[in-house]
């Protein structure tokens, strides 16, 4: 079964520096997403993307964060300043279309900033 | 916005059936999902609602009643690998960009 591959699955940066978080959503789905989770929080929703422009972004997603679909493969997603507060585990997701396509996740990224 | 709301943990029986309850309000309903999580991994859907009833796929089932904001994800033969955080999510119409909202998940602790 296609899956959501995320790389990598731990990242360890300081405070200040840019780290970038890679995503290949499934091959033939059409949006994709990125998400979210403080430890013991719950999962929170940060941007979607159609169409090769984001769709829609929460409060969260401010001008430190950007996505970018660099090929016809990979989605990124860029923190570039990095702040204590963003170490939380990050998920990738995609799905076929909206309405009763179900969003699948990849494995996360732990993101530890210290 | 939305607002989901679902108890923090429950505790059930090996073998047993468990109910866990999702309340949610929300401007534009596009559909109900639930998700399990277990610890340290990512969300794995479950089931979808769209319309009022159940939707029963093996030892889950799922319910919604659109009027009231409720859905239950009803688990039976509970199994010791059932132990997990369930998540219910909602989808709205009136966002651009189909993406799902998040409750705060149920812990399921399974004791033999």
């Known amino acids: 079964e296609p899956e959501v591959t995320q790389t990598p699955s731990h990242q360890v940066t300081q405070m200040g520096q840019e780290v970038i978080l890679r995503c290949v959503p499934i091959?033939?789905?059409?949006?994709f997403y990125w998400y979210r989770q403080i430890l013991g929080q719950k999962v929170e929703f940060l941007v979607s993307?159609?169409?090769?422009?984001?769709?829609?972004k929460s409060e969260i997603f401010d001008d430190q964060f950007s996505v970018e679909r660099p090929d016809g493969s990979n989605f990124t997603l860029k923190i570039r300043s990095t702040k204590l507060e963003d170490s939380a585990m990050y998920f990738c997701?995609?799905?076929?279309?909206?309405?009763?396509?179900?969003?699948?996740f990849g494995n996360g990224t732990r993101l530890t900033v210290t | 916005g939305q607002n989901i709301d679902q108890p923090t943990e429950m505790t059930a029986t090996e073998g047993a059936i468990v109910q866990i309850n999702c309340t949610y309000q929300?401007?534009?309903?596009?559909?109900l999902f639930w998700y399990q999580q277990h610890a340290g991994e990512a969300p794995t859907f479950l089931s979808y609602?769209?319309?009022?009833g159940l939707e029963e796929k093996g030892r889950f089932s799922s319910f919604l009643s659109r009027s009231k904001g409720y859905s239950y994800l009803l688990l039976k033969e509970l199994q010791m690998k059932d132990s997990a955080s369930y998540l219910c999510?909602?989808?709205?119409?009136?966002?651009?960009?189909?993406?799902?909202?998040f409750g705060g998940g149920t812990r399921l602790m399974v004791k033999p």
């Open positions: 997701a995609s799905s076929r279309t909206g309405g009763d396509s179900p969003l699948h």
């Open positions: 091959s033939n789905h059409l949006y």
């Open positions: 993307f159609y169409n090769n422009e984001i769709s829609e």
């Open positions: 929300t401007s534009g309903f596009n559909g």
């Open positions: 609602n769209v319309l009022d």
């Open positions: 999510a909602v989808r709205d119409a009136n966002n651009a960009g189909n993406m799902l909202t």
